[in-house]
Each structure stands twice: as structure tokens, then as C-alpha cells.
């Protein structure tokens, strides 16, 4: 038994979070979220793609619908010149990413409570019998 307590103690849950509208359409998720830390991390839009192996011309028109969804920008962008264009988070783009970091974190720690809750049930289960 206690080779199995042991083995049920090195479980690690695994969850995806995503936020939909009213008819069930992705706004936002784990996903564009990580992307929008890679604008912030390498600072563009282009060289997040490139750091993240994704395409720049889905993710911008996937960001650009969730800016549409949510009523505010989420890139700010400069027109190209000598040095070319570039797309880095707006204001508003910033405070969504800070915002879905305290939500994340939040919600981390609620599943890992609850995950420990679940494994010592699990560990009662053999010592039942």
C-alpha cells in the first residue's frame, strides 16, 4: 500500500482554461494568452510567432477578432518604414494579460487544493477494503 500512496502522490493534474461567448465561441484561452506574453517577452507580434513556431498571419487575424469580442485593442501597431512595422500590446492588451495572470493563478491554486483533496481520498480507497 504504500507504493501505491506514493504513486498516486506523484499525480499532476493538467487543465486548460478558456473563456467563450454567450454561443460558446473561444474569446479567450491558454493559448492567446501565452501569445500575448511572447509580444511582451520579445517584443513584437512577429517575433513572438517566430519564438512560439505560429503563424503571424493567424494569430494576428485570431487577435483582431478577440479585440472585436472585447471592445478594445489588443495590439498597437506602427506602419512600416525604414525600420518596418511592428505590433507590441496596447494598454488595454497589457492589463488583459496582468488581469488573466491573477485569474490563472487564482485558479491554479484552486485546482491544486483540490487536487490534494482527491489524492488523499484516492489514498483512503486500498484501506478501505
Not at 8 to 37: A, C, F, M, R
Not at 60 to 78: C, E, H, N, R
Request: net charge neutral; aromatic share 6%; hydrophobic share 35%.
Amino acid at each position: 500500500m504504500e507504493e501505491s500512496n506514493e504513486k498516486v502522490s506523484q499525480l499532476i493534474p493538467h487543465y486548460k482554461i478558456w473563456i467563450t461567448d454567450e454561443h460558446g465561441n473561444g474569446i479567450l484561452g491558454d493559448g492567446k494568452w501565452k501569445i500575448l506574453k511572447a509580444v511582451v517577452e520579445h517584443g513584437s507580434l512577429v517575433a513572438a510567432c517566430k519564438a512560439l513556431g505560429i503563424t503571424y498571419r493567424r494569430t494576428w487575424g485570431d487577435l483582431q477578432t478577440i479585440s472585436k469580442q472585447l471592445g478594445f485593442p489588443l495590439l498597437a501597431t506602427s506602419r512600416g518604414g525604414r525600420d518596418g512595422g511592428c505590433s507590441v500590446l496596447s494598454p488595454q492588451g497589457e492589463c488583459l494579460v496582468k488581469a488573466f495572470d491573477r485569474f490563472h493563478a487564482s485558479t491554479d491554486a484552486t485546482v491544486n487544493e483540490a487536487l490534494q483533496n482527491f489524492l488523499n481520498e484516492v489514498k483512503t480507497i486500498n484501506s478501505n477494503d
